[in-house]
């Protein structure tokens, strides 16, 4: 029987299931990417980003029909 948690609750001060982690693909993935990515890189795509996210048109979210 596999166990179901909602990570971003149970596991803020870390993985709490362990090598049966769900994501462990995508924590592995992280990991590798600041181990091989410098500081300077990380902060230049994160000015990208920004600057996209600046220049988009605002966009409208309009709340469900109740």
Do not use: H
């Not at 149970?10 to 990991?31: F, H, Q, T, Y």
């Amino acid at each position: 029987m596999e166990q179901t948690i909602n990570c971003a609750e149970a596991c803020v001060n870390g993985c709490v299931l362990g090598d049966k982690c769900p994501n462990i693909d995508s924590r592995e993935a992280a990991s590798k990417f600041i181990e091989e990515t410098s500081l300077d890189k990380m902060l230049e795509i994160a000015e990208e980003r920004l600057r996209k996210k600046m220049t988009e048109p605002p966009k409208w979210v309009f709340p469900e029909d109740p």
